[in-house]
Structures are given as C-alpha cells and as structure tokens.
C-alpha cells in the first residue's frame, strides 16, 4: 500500500527565511505525488504535484518540490517565507495506474514568525 | 467556475443522534469524494463516486455511515447513529474522470468541508 510520512508536525521560520517542508513515500513503483495547502476554515488547495515529466516541481506562490527517486522523497521548498504562507500543509501519493485514490499524510503546520 | 459547495459549514450533535452533509461538485466532474479529516491527521478517503456508482467505499464504517449520489451531481453523507470518534472535518471534492494510465495524475478540487462536533 502507498503511504506518505511528513516529518514534522510543526515548523516555525522566520519572515524572509527558507521554508522546507520534508514528506517522504512508501511505494512499489515511483507514484504521483502532490503537495496541498489549507488555510484555516477552509479547503484544500493544490500547490503543485509531480507527474514524472520533471523531477523539479515549480508550483504557485513560489513553492517547488524535488523528487528524489534515490531518497522516496518529495520535500517542498520556498527561498523566502511570508506572513501569507502560514498554514497546514499536506503531501499526498496516488498510484500511475488504477484510479486517483489520494493518500495523504497527517499534515505539517508552517509558522512564519515576523 | 464554481467551486465545490459544501452545507452546513458546522454541525453540533449528540452522540446517537444523525446528521446528514451535502456537497454540489464542481459542473461536470464526474468524480466525487469524501473525505473525513480528524483534528491532527490527514484527510482520509471514505467513499469515492465515480457519476453515481460507488467506485470506493473500503474505509466507509458502514454500519453507520451512507451516501449516495443518485443522479451524478451532488451527494450526501449521512451518519447515523453519530460517535464521539466520529466528531472531524467532512471534505467533499471533485475531479474530471480522466481513465487509464494517467489517472493517478488528476487533481482534487476541495470544498471547504463540514465540521461535525459530537457531544
């Protein structure tokens, strides 16, 4: 079964300071991988997701996340914090073939401190 | 386009009572999802409708939980009789149904959920 493990229930950074967020997968065969926002009160956004054309993933709000066959990671990264990103983020896994079932880790809070 | 429209926002109960939860997807995703996400977890799939059959409900408590989505457009989760475990953020989302071998690629559009408190 796939699964995705996000290490660190809870970040705090500086304003201006680089933003990484770490999830790694548990799968057979490379998957496709996601990474998805909530701000409080509200739904899940995609920020960007990973469907082997590129191992470097550029998402919106200056997000991108690297896929690293070698290490089964999918880390998001971001070269400057703002107030704005503060909020729960979630890596998620889905298999190539067979359907678009979402598997999603247990979530990592981004504390952007001024 | 319209988002995926959820109703009601929150929703207080007791223990054994019932509550049911709508959600409209967005105009001609032909998939739509439940998801329960608990406080401190991820969202976790309970029933996946692919126009208006089930194509996943492997982790729908069943003895206690039920939805249908008869005409393809919008569902209902319903609960009945509701737990204390079962007090969490119930996430309805949409997608195109794209089939074959890139249908793991396909993009979830997330209502902004119903939050079910059970006393």
């Known amino acids: 079964a796939q699964s995705v493990t996000q290490l660190g229930s809870h970040v705090s950074v500086s304003e201006g300071a680089l933003v990484l967020l770490r999830c790694n997968y548990s799968?057979?065969?490379?998957?496709?991988l996601f990474w998805y926002v909530q701000y409080p009160n509200q739904g899940l956004q995609l920020l960007l997701k990973y469907t082997s054309a590129a191992t470097l993933v550029k998402g919106i709000n200056g997000f991108e996340a690297e896929f690293k066959k070698s290490e089964t990671s999918f880390h998001l990264t971001k070269p400057s914090a703002h107030m704005s990103d503060a909020a729960e983020y979630f890596c998620a896994v889905s298999k190539r073939i067979g359907g678009n079932k979402l598997v999603f880790g247990a979530g990592t809070i981004l504390r952007v401190k001024s | 386009e319209a988002g995926v429209a959820q109703s009601p926002r929150y929703k207080i109960i007791e223990k054994r009572q019932s509550v049911a939860f709508w959600c409209n997807p967005i105009s001609g995703h032909a998939t739509l999802y439940w998801y329960q996400q608990i406080l401190g977890q991820g969202p976790k799939l309970l029933i996946q409708?692919?126009?208006?059959?089930?194509?996943?409900d492997s982790q729908l408590p069943k003895d206690r939980f039920s939805a249908e989505r008869l005409k393809g457009v919008d569902s209902t989760l319903k609960i009945q009789p509701a737990k204390l475990e079962d007090s969490a953020v119930y996430l309805c989302?949409?997608?195109?149904?794209?089939?074959?071998?890139?249908?793991?690629?396909?993009?979830?559009?997330f209502g902004a959920g119903s939050r079910l408190t059970v006393l």
């Open positions: 989302a949409s997608s195109h149904l794209i089939a074959g071998p890139f249908s793991g690629a396909n993009v979830l559009t």
């Open positions: 409708f692919q126009n208006n059959g089930v194509v996943d």
């Open positions: 799968s057979s065969v490379p998957p496709y």
